[in-house]
């Protein structure tokens, strides 16, 4: 008479300089966690010469009750990209620890790590979609446009020390030199011609420490949100940006918004891209979405947002 094996094994990928670096100082309470409710801990850290690829090919799905991302965003894009492509299906905890942890905020999740742990080793999931660009996956947002530079040449060792500030010091210094660049948006409605700053294309809600920069998106509906900023007089860019911190800018005039499920985005100028805050892919862009693709841990306590 056969058994089914038992899902007592969690696999734990984590970035251990993620922000400020000081989640490696809660790895023995994670073990320690994950041993008290009878599973064991199987540690990846995310580093030169070990690829998380090379994990996920050689596990045993069947084996594990879930897998734990611990990091910032760029952490975690790596982690579900490799699970999409070894057709992972296990669900997935995070435990934000990042400069940029918007996907994390999206599911309003603690920053506490015992609450966290609660969360991660409970039962309550939610289904989100996973963004598709070209080659890759995105779990919050892909941008482009000028002020991407911003992020790209922002110092690490400055972004971990100050967080979001370091982009916005940055960001002051380069305003002179933005100037606005042509692109062409195909959807299957229309098609779009614009001269714009900066765009989004956003799975999640925030990104960039803005928190309400797609205030409208949904993570589960099976559809991205498109945020163009268009060229406008730099007298405007004030009340915009105000506008922008509290969610309002979708009906500014110098926005461009809409929702769609495929998006190719084009333009004659090399435009820096970027997908969850590392280097994105060149133009032109093909975007889809993955509906529901992911299982994500959330709290019976502050997450009532299920539709499906």
Known sequence: MGTEKKRNKILLYYNAHSGSGVFKNNLDYIVDRCQEKGFQLEPVRAAKGIIIDDVLSEMNPEEYSRIIAA????????????????????????LPAGTANDFAYYFELPTNIEYLMDIALGDMTTKADVGVVNSKNFINVTALGAVIDVSQKTDPNLKNAMGMMAYYLKAITEIPQIRALPVTLTTPDEVMEEEIYFMVVMNGESAGGFRKLSPQSSINDGKLDVIAFRKMPVVELGPLLFEVIKGRHPKNKNVLYFQTDKLRIES??????DIDGEHGEKL?????????????????????????
């Open 268 to 273: 004659p100028e090399d435009i820096s891209t």
């Open 71 to 94: 990091g910032g965003d760029g952490t975690i894009n790596i982690c579900v990209n490799s699970m999409i492509k070894h057709d992972i299906h296990l669900p997935l905890a995070l």
């Open 284 to 308: 032109p862009l093909e975007f889809s979405v993955l509906h529901n693709r992911l299982e994500v841990f959330v709290s019976e306590d502050t997450w009532h947002y299920d539709s499906i």
